[in-house]
């Protein structure tokens, strides 16, 4: 059984049923998915988990804390896969994805190092001097209990930024960078699955980060 992760609060409620949609078309076909959503308002998913609205970066940057309220459930999948909720799919992702530990190279940063943060302060910190690989934040998963592993030590790195008052550049992402330079996925999926709407890149769309007003759907 594989589990989608799916966190909608605020104005993000909107973007909900297009995606439990086009994920019934395209996502592992002839595998049992089902999809856990933690929101405030009413919308449907196979498991909605009542879940308070905070100002961002709260929403993205505690997902870790989140997914981790349900572990004793979650761990009762075989795998599970978190992806933003401003996302379509639109074409098969099959069972290419399916991995240990799998993570997706971000769309704006192929072949470079990306914006990882570089302040030592931050329990994301990766130093000038280490080659790394820049991952995208709204694609990730893996076998449930090896995803969850990876959930608890980012969620302590989060949490002891929190307690020395800094915010690493790239909030969740930042830390999700650290862990995988340091822990190295067994699969690296292309920027098929976080493929910005708007973009053309010489990749095949299959999972869509949609375009957004960021400052509209960040507000209130
Ligand atoms: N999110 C949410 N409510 C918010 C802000 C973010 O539920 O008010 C969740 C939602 O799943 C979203 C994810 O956090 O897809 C990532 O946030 P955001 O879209 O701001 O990140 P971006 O990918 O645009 O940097």
């Known amino acids: 059984m594989i589990g989608v992760l799916l966190i909608a609060t605020g104005k993000y409620d ?5 995606l439990i949609q086009s994920l019934k078309r395209h996502f592992l076909p002839g595998y049992q998915v089902k999809t856990i959503l933690w929101t ?7 498991l909605c988990l009542h879940h308070k609205h905070e100002p961002w970066p709260a929403p993205t940057l505690n997902r870790y804390k989140t997914i ?3 572990r004793e ?3 009762q999948f075989d795998y599970l896969f978190y992806m933003d909720v401003d996302m379509l799919a639109v074409d098969t992702i099959g069972d290419e994805i399916l991995g240990d530990l799998v993570a ?3 769309p704006g940063f192929i072949g470079k190092v990306g914006t990882p943060e570089r302040r030592s302060r931050s329990a994301a910190y990766i130093p000038r001097r280490e080659k790394s690989v820049y991952y995208a ?3 990730q998963g893996g076998r449930s209990r090896r995803y969850l592993d990876m959930c608890h030590t980012l969620h302590n790195q989060i949490e002891s930024d929190r307690q020395k008052g800094i915010t690493a550049i790239w909030h969740d992402e930042s830390h999700l960078n650290h862990y995988l330079h340091y822990n190295k996925p067994g699969k690296v999926l292309s920027p098929s699955y976080c493929y910005p709407e708007s973009w053309e890149m010489p990749y095949v769309k299959r999972l869509v980060a949609l375009d957004k007003d960021h400052a509209e759907m960040r507000c209130g």
């Open 104 to 106: 997706v190279q971000h």
């Open 40 to 46: 405030d308002k009413e919308t449907q998913a196979d």
């Open 14 to 18: 909107v973007f909900v049923q297009p």
């Open 68 to 70: 981790l309220s349900q």
């Open 137 to 139: 934040g709204g694609f």
């Open 73 to 75: 459930l979650l761990e």
